[in-house]
Nanobody, 122 residues
Framework: EVQLVESGGGLVQLGGSLRLSCTAS????????MSWVRQASGKGLEWVSA????????SYADSVKGRFTISRDNDRNTLFLRMNSLKHEDTAAYYC???????????????WGRGTQVTVSS
């Protein structure tokens, strides 16, 4: 059974930093690209970042580019998201996901974690 468990969220001051982790099990982690996706309260899903299976290719949403860094440790089956210079608009539940793609106007992922909440306060 595929399991993705996020951790590391919490309350952080405006301009602060957090590092999210996602521990994967139930599949060969090193074979799959992975993504971070977020959802602010009352809003839709927003893809944040993705990394290829080997960890040497990354991509970011324009809203986080230059502030967030995605990485992975395939030996530890763990995905990371380092978030710096946090803004109020970064407040959201952050999800680790596998198999994400956009088909037409539909964004979907095959597997999701339960998410970890990030709240940026003044």
């Amino acid at each position: 059974e595929v399991q993705l468990v996020e951790s590391g969220g919490g309350l952080v001051q405006l301009g602060g930093s957090l590092r999210l982790s996602c521990t994967a099990s139930g599949f060969t982690f090193s074979n799959y690209a992975m993504s971070w996706v977020r959802q602010a309260s009352g809003k839709g899903l927003e893809w944040v970042s993705a990394i290829n299976s080997g960890g040497n290719s990354t991509s970011y949403a324009d809203s986080v580019k230059g502030r967030f860094t995605i990485s992975r440790d395939n030996d530890r089956n763990t995905l990371f998201l380092r978030m710096n210079s946090l803004k109020h608009e970064d407040t959201a539940a952050y999800y680790c996901a596998r198999g994400c793609r956009t088909t037409g106007e539909t964004f979907r992922c095959d597997y999701w974690g339960r998410g970890t909440q990030v709240t940026v306060s003044s």
